[in-house]
């Protein structure tokens, strides 16, 4: 169920690019997409290291004898932010066998954490490397498999990772997605970052479901678990390292109104915020205070996963309250306004309309829970989400 434009990304990339790193969460398909791919579109043959295992790891302590008995071939390294001291002996061997005539295909690195992977490897890797994010089900790759019957409350209720979507019921998804914030808290982050304790972690963790989609006030937040507001931040940056927690920017244009300057932070997956929220089922979501706030995510993060590299994302508010939920500027000085409503009979207000003449607005949506689409005033189409993100191909 991976989208058709990953994939020939991918493929791309494997017949041009000496390494490819695929960076995303744990246990959203990594590895069983790079094995995927290692068997069916390269003639290469390939070998897998796992870093997690001590047996694998071991054969990486003289990394260049080892690595130098794999020429010509393909070699597959999970988890190598566990090892980012191999960045340097991986450029000298790629050198050679480019200075021999191979071509692309000799690594893929998977990776479950972006900051120091990428800090180690732009570097020494610089020209030799592609990076590709693969996150969890999206709603155009769920619609678009014939194998499954697509249903959008679901994909929101339960999130978008492979085990928790497709579990054969709520309650094994609902366990799934408990023992995944366990591990997460308790062995992932502090091995990779700050030594803080799983409980303090897992309150921040769920003071942010509950302030999804808000301007966090650090300080506040900071006073709640008695530390200071920049450790509140290298907290919530250590989660977006890990790509459960995403800043929106604000808008940056040019305006003579006071704009609000803080990003917005949103869980990324749907169904980790409402495991953290405590919401097991669609009707307690529906009748849930952070409905809307969940399903204005749940949309963000959609969208932006499909945004070509070739549009920014932002969101607009204005100190006396006029707010864009999103805002999207693409190419020939295109700026897409969004608002957000979980309403099969959205309204807007005047403040929206406002704000899109503030930053000159070329055309104006509301997405809402319906599937189909119709024109409100003031040139504002209304339009259903899987329609919305079907029409993507225009946004390039």
């Not at 021999?100 to 954490?113: C, P, V």
């Not at 995403?246 to 749907?270: A, E, F, H, I, Q």
């Amino acid at each position: 169920m991976i989208s058709r434009s990953l994939k020939n990304r991918i493929v791309k990339a494997l017949a041009t690019v000496p390494v490819i790193a695929i960076l995303g969460p744990r246990q959203v398909g990594k590895t069983t997409l790079a094995l995927e791919f290692s068997n069916q579109f390269l003639e290469k043959e390939s070998f897998y290291l796992d870093l997690e295992r001590d047996s694998d790891l071991v054969k990486l302590e003289e990394p260049e004898d080892y690595l130098s008995g794999f020429k010509n071939k393909l070699l597959i390294i999970d988890e190598v932010q566990r090892k980012t001291d191999l960045f340097t002996t991986l450029r000298s061997l790629i050198d050679e066998r480019i200075r021999n005539g191979e071509r692309g295909g000799h690594f893929i690195l998977l990776g479950s954490a972006s900051r120091d992977l990428i800090q180690h490897s732009t570097e020494t890797l610089a020209g030799r490397i592609q990076y590709l994010e693969l996150s969890p089900f999206s709603i155009p790759e769920i619609h678009q498999s014939n194998a499954l019957q697509f249903d959008i409350n679901n994909l929101w209720l339960r999130g978008g990772f492979p085990l928790s979507f497709l579990a054969q019921n709520n309650g094994e998804s609902w366990d799934w997605r408990t023992n995944f914030i366990a591990s997460y808290v308790e062995r992932d982050i502090p091995f990779m970052g700050p030594r803080v304790s799983s409980v303090r972690m897992r309150r921040i963790w769920s003071m942010l479901a509950h302030l999804n989609g808000q301007q966090v006030n650090l300080s506040n937040l900071g006073k709640s678990l008695e530390v200071d507001h920049k450790t509140i931040r290298s907290y919530i940056d250590l989660l977006s390292d890990f790509y459960m927690v995403r800043y929106l920017p604000p808008w940056s244009g040019n305006t003579k109104k006071r704009l609000v300057k803080s990003p917005k932070v949103y869980l990324r997956d749907s169904g980790i915020l409402h495991r953290l929220l405590n919401i097991s089922n669609l009707e307690t979501l529906l009748g849930h205070p952070g409905v809307g706030a969940s399903w204005e995510g749940f949309v963000v993060e959609n969208i932006i996963r499909h945004l070509p590299d070739t549009w920014r994302f932002s969101y607009y508010r204005s100190a006396t309250g006029a707010e864009i939920d999103l805002v999207m500027e693409g190419p020939s000085n295109s700026i897409v306004a969004i608002e957000i409503k979980r309403s099969s009979s959205p309204k807007i207000s005047r403040e929206f309309h406002s704000a899109c003449e503030d930053m000159k607005a070329t055309r104006k949506l509301v997405i809402y829970s319906g599937n189909g689409g119709f024109s409100m005033r003031d040139n504002t189409e209304a339009i259903g989400l899987t329609r919305f993100l079907s029409e993507f191909a225009q946004f390039d």
